[in-house]
């Protein structure tokens, strides 16, 4: 799935018009995304994000809930701090 729009550092906007919200601390994997980029969705088993997006060109992976979602209280401070 290709990029619509990444206008926001931290909302990505896919094709299919779903939007998510990228994780804080994955935000420096999403630095070399362009709309050709093809991305891949995937639900996660993580406590701090719903799905996955995947850039099958290199298999990086970044968290993301959806754009109007709220990250869980707690979870991204201690996800950043490596706890």
Known sequence: MKIRTHAESHVVELEDGSQW???PGDLAATLSWKPETDLRLEQSAD???SHVLVNTADQSRVRVIAADA???DGEVE???RGG
Request: net charge positive.
């Open 78 to 80: 201690k996800a950043l």
């Open 47 to 49: 406590q701090v994000s």
């Open 21 to 23: 919200q990228i994780f």
């Open 70 to 72: 709220t990250w869980p």
